[in-house]
């Protein structure tokens, strides 16, 4: 899950926006726990297509 559609039980805020220590310790954790858990899924999805292209490109 990434952790911009998480709301902060603390201050009611998205937890990407950091508004209270809570949201920002939080967001710290979660960016430190997983690079690809802070990717939004179109990132992640872009970065599976460039990577079957690259196997693509080498299975020739």
């Known amino acids: 899950m990434t ?3 998480l709301v ?3 201050c009611a805020a998205p937890v ?6 809570v949201c920002r310790a939080n967001r ?3 960016q430190q726990e997983n ?3 802070g990717l939004n899924p179109m990132a992640l999805i872009t970065l599976l297509a460039v990577l ?5 490109l080498l299975a020739r």
């Open 35 to 37: 690079f690809v858990a």
């Open 28 to 30: 710290a954790r979660l």
């Open 8 to 10: 902060c039980a603390n």
């Open 16 to 21: 990407a926006e950091g508004r209270c220590p």
């Open 3 to 5: 952790y911009d559609r």
């Open 52 to 56: 079957v292209a690259a196997v693509a």
